[in-house]
């Protein structure tokens, strides 16, 4: 027996094999871009959340702001109430 012998590819095992490579090649690039848009739809959805929270301490900084706005308003009404009560004392006394 020789070990040595060398076998003479045929045309159709080399298409065969060329055949199985192009495959591989292309199920290679077809995974390769679906890992590629599945990393890009989480980060797409990141970004997303991020926006949702920032709208959602956006709104509640608002509804704060309004808050102590009508406070003050609140105040400086009971503020020139009382500024007209020691204005109209110090004209009676007058």
Known sequence: MDLYV???TTWP???LVLG???LALI???GIAASVLEFRKLKMSA???EDLRQLVRRYEQLAEN???AQQRM???ISELRSRTASI???LRTVE
């Open 6 to 8: 060398v076998q003479a």
């Open 13 to 15: 095992s080399t298409v």
């Open 20 to 22: 199985l490579s192009f």
């Open 27 to 29: 199920l290679l690039i």
């Open 46 to 48: 990141a970004v997303q």
């Open 65 to 67: 702001t309004l808050d």
């Open 73 to 75: 308003a609140t105040d």
């Open 87 to 89: 204005e109209h004392i």
